[in-house]
């Protein structure tokens, strides 16, 4: 009896100390910093960007876990002005993508600042130094005229009717030759655009708006590239801009456009393709991999001052 009584309390302690030395080893592992990733989920985390001109990180944060996942990119391609794909290789240098898991919930200060901040502390870190980054960009110019399906150039200024803020190329904006007078009484500057000719051709595609053979570009007797301001008729057509007056006719040769302005509005779609992403013996791959998009992810506005095209005149015709 007292052999047997011996033998389990012997077993007894054979199976704690193993149960101890297993959890020890547990602790003494997670001390050790080998932490094995069970996640990599940033489907619900939007996409952000830091960094312009040469440098650009874009990052995703996943606070769940404390984990991000981010693209630097550098280039001196000027980003999103342009529609249109652009691939760039991983290189492990300028071109990398990091998953990262964080000590504690991580803030867009990690990757804004020049410097990033000592708190939280990265637990680990894997570097995908091999793959293809694609980034697909869908550029919105808009001349803020209000009119919608303006097809081709007019007036052959390199600038589309569409975000042409002066269509005709006659110096006077699209948005001043609608209806702004209300002509029509529908309270719409769109609908039934002045023709002061009656050409059947509205005053924002016509050269010559008045129909006096002289173009409306040339009806600018001071030359500061506004024909707006020239008014010298008189009686009736007093305080009339020469441009809409048949009775004034003279010539003053002007040979450049004024300043044009339009909007500028740009989102990007970034995917990853064949990453490896890489953490001493531990290997992340993914074959395709959408980063997100970000809308309006350049805002602005162009201001060019588009080449002279000077305009046909009725006897060049």
Sequence with gaps: MLLCKKCDIQGRFM?????????FTLFQSCDDGDVIVTTFDFEEADLQLCGDG?????????NEVSESLS?????TDSLFL??????????GTGNVVNYR???????????CNPIPPTAPTVNIDYVGSSGIATLNTTVFRDDNDGLEDETGDTDGDGIPDRYDDDDDGDNVPTAAELDTQDEDGDGDPLTNPL???G???PNYL????DGDDIPTIYEDRNMNLDPQDDLNGTGENQGVPDYLNNQVAEEFIVKEFRVHSYSINSDVVIRLSNIVLVNGEETIIRENLSLGEIEDVLTGEATPTPDFVAPDKPDEN
């Design 15 to 23: 199976k704690n100390l193993l149960f101890y030395i297993l959890l």
């Design 195 to 197: 023709d002061t000719d």
């Design 199 to 201: 050409d059947e051709i």
């Design 54 to 62: 040469n440098e650009y990180v874009f990052y995703k944060i996943n």
């Design 82 to 91: 342009e529609d249109g794909t652009e691939t760039y290789t991983l290189d």
């Design 206 to 209: 016509d050269p010559d708006d």
């Design 101 to 111: 898991r964080f000590s504690s919930n991580v803030t867009g200060d990690y990757f």
């Design 71 to 75: 693209l630097q990119l550098t280039t």
